[in-house]
């Protein structure tokens, strides 16, 4: 008897052991879900507000933009040009309508291309030149304000300009050069231009001199619309020299400022002549890029600095990752879910350029119907904080109220947050995907089918 427990005991022990060690060994699969892998492409694509830009400056009353040439910009993967205004002509009167619609003009063949701008005022092209005077400064800007409200969707930044020749702040002939008349004009140009434009200082000096600070902003202050949350810089001489033309101070630390700050606020501009040092190599342009999150660069001004990235196969790989590149790397979705429930969207998004997306967009989950018909649901996803070389997990709980039962393909849109844009597929984000891209309606692919039932 005491055999025939000691035997039972055991039998159970045995069968209890092997229900329980399957746990560690096995991965049930979850047949509800689709697991979804994606494929980087290699392909340069054209993205707004980013990228190698073209620089066309105008004299006072001068020339608009041409259509047929930012047209063609398309074909060179080109999105954005600097658009420098030399109001020679009015240093010491109110800008003219001839010259206001000069620029009204321009914005509106910007917008009719699907290109945006750079923008930069200034009163001289030449070192021996006069600026014009602070009152006169302001009296300009405030002829700009409705045409630069009106027109905000379609600049992507501004750089300070108006100071000295080129607008590039160095010296002055009318004493504004101080911190007291750097600080006035910016914040002149902070009240002008809405909140959601930032504008681009010559130095990392200028600002913490404006702002009377040394520590770089970070998230709690970046992703907000405060004056010191708005202002970033522009580089006129990069990699030209030891300190590239007195760009820096103190080379190390103002450096690591900029590459701090530069998660929440642009740095771009142009190369000059190298000067005491060896042209650029591709291997030192790439360093420098990525620390200081570079997001456009003038392919007019230097030109055989260019050219040498371009002898050593680089040109294309920096066509690429300036400004962002956003890649969809994974994806988990439901395959089914039940009419006016919530849909779970959990996907991995990677940026594998040198720098964020900087102006806010709106981002929405798109459904569409096998009759074509979409339905766009709103997402709390902030592009912006998809930082380089940073994998940012997209986790909804998106609500499909609305929606009726049956099959629906899945879309991610990434639009202009300006209404006057955001049905415009060019000044949509294209993820660096392989095959996902619907240039139409400017969508992103998920590649899964939803069955609403």
Not at 271 to 299: Q, R, V
Not at 349 to 358: D, E, L
Not at 422 to 442: C, F, H, K, M, V
């Amino acid at each position: 008897m005491k055999n025939r427990i000691l035997a039972l005991t055991l039998l159970i022990m045995v069968i209890s052991c092997s229900s329980s060690s399957s746990g560690d060994d096995e991965v049930i699969a979850d047949d509800t879900l689709s697991e979804i892998k994606y494929t980087e492409s290699l392909e340069v694509i054209s993205n707004p507000e980013r990228g190698f830009m073209h620089s066309w400056s105008v004299l006072s009353e001068g020339d608009p933009l041409s259509l047929v040439t930012l047209n063609s910009l398309k074909n060179e993967n080109v999105t954005i040009i600097l658009r420098l205004y030399y109001l020679d002509a009015f240093k010491n009167s109110d800008l003219s309508e001839v010259q206001l619609n000069l620029i009204k003009t321009d914005f509106e063949r910007l917008r009719e291309a699907g290109i945006k701008c750079v923008l930069r005022f200034a009163y001289n092209s030449n070192s021996d030149e006069t600026d014009a005077p602070l009152n006169i400064i302001e009296n300009h800007l405030d002829q700009l304000k409705p045409i630069v409200s009106d027109n905000a969707d379609v600049i992507a930044f501004v750089q300070a300009g108006f100071i000295g020749s080129w607008g590039e702040w160095a010296f002055s002939t009318n004493n504004l050069t101080t911190t007291e008349s750097r600080k006035a004009v910016v914040n002149k140009l902070l009240d002008v231009f809405p909140k959601e434009v930032k504008i681009q200082l010559r130095t990392p000096k200028y600002k913490q001199e404006v702002f009377d600070y040394t520590n770089a902003i970070d998230e709690t202050v970046g992703y907000g619309t405060t004056d010191i949350a708005r202002v970033g810089f522009h580089n006129d001489c990069f990699l030209a020299s030891v300190d590239d033309y007195g760009t820096y101070q103190n080379v190390t630390i103002e450096k690591s400022y900029i590459s701090d700050e530069a998660s929440f606020v642009p740095t771009g501009g142009e190369t000059c002549p190298p000067s005491g040092i060896p042209t650029a190599s591709c291997a030192t342009a790439e360093e420098e890029m990525t620390l200081l999150k570079w997001t456009y660069l003038n392919l007019d001004w230097y030109g055989p600095v260019l050219n040498v990235w371009r002898n050593n196969s680089c040109f294309v790989d920096f066509q690429k990752k300036l400004g962002y590149r956003l890649v969809l790397k994974s994806a988990e979705l439901q395959k089914e879910v039940t009419a006016s429930s919530n849909f779970n969207l959990n996907a991995v998004i990677s940026n594998v350029g040198y720098a964020p997306v900087y102006n806010q967009k709106n981002t929405f989950l798109v459904l569409k119907a096998t009759d074509g018909t979409l339905y766009k649901k709103a997402l709390n996803f902030d592009v912006r904080k998809v930082l380089p070389n940073v994998d940012l997990q997209l986790n909804e709980s998106v609500a499909l109220t609305g929606i009726p039962a049956g099959k629906y393909d899945l879309f991610l849109k990434i639009e202009d947050q300006s209404s006057k844009l955001a049905d415009r597929p060019e000044y949509a984000i294209q993820l660096a995907n392989s095959d996902t891209w619907n240039a139409l309606e400017g969508l992103n692919k998920l590649s899964h089918t939803l069955t609403i039932n």
